[in-house]
């Protein structure tokens, strides 16, 4: 499986940006998939998830803010970002997983796209 994550860019706080994340290869095998970031000098933390029912989970700061889909038949992931903050700040990365035959889990990255938030 391969990602390509796209859309990041500058905005002002308080503006709104979509990212998409397009799988090729073996996307038919992804089960769940989920945005994660990494802000100057932090670790990696989980932003959204979905699963291949469209359950969705958030982290809390970005509730009400941030929007997780999926085009299963366009193999895409989207993340919509309203309400952009400048802790926002990050590089954001889509993760993909399958699952094989032996139920191991198997995590895909894409290479990150760069979203700066100014005040």
């Known amino acids: 499986v391969q990602l390509q994550a796209s859309g990041g860019g500058l905005v002002q706080a308080g503006g709104s940006l979509r990212l998409s994340c397009a799988a090729s290869g073996s996307a038919f095998s992804i089960k769940t998939m989920a945005w994660y970031r990494q802000g100057p000098g932090k670790q990696y933390d989980l932003v959204a998830f979905?699963?291949?029912?469209?359950?969705?989970d958030y982290r809390d700061s970005v509730k009400g803010r941030f929007s997780v889909s999926r085009d299963g038949a366009k193999n895409l992931m989207y993340l919509q970002m309203d309400s952009l903050k400048p802790e926002d700040t990050a590089i954001y990365y889509c993760?993909?997983?399958?699952?094989?035959?032996?139920?191991?889990?198997?995590?895909?990255w894409g290479q990150g796209t760069l979203v700066t938030v100014s005040s």
């Open positions: 979905i699963d291949s029912g469209g359950s969705t």
């Open positions: 993760r993909a997983t399958t699952t094989d035959y032996l139920g191991e889990e198997h995590n895909y």
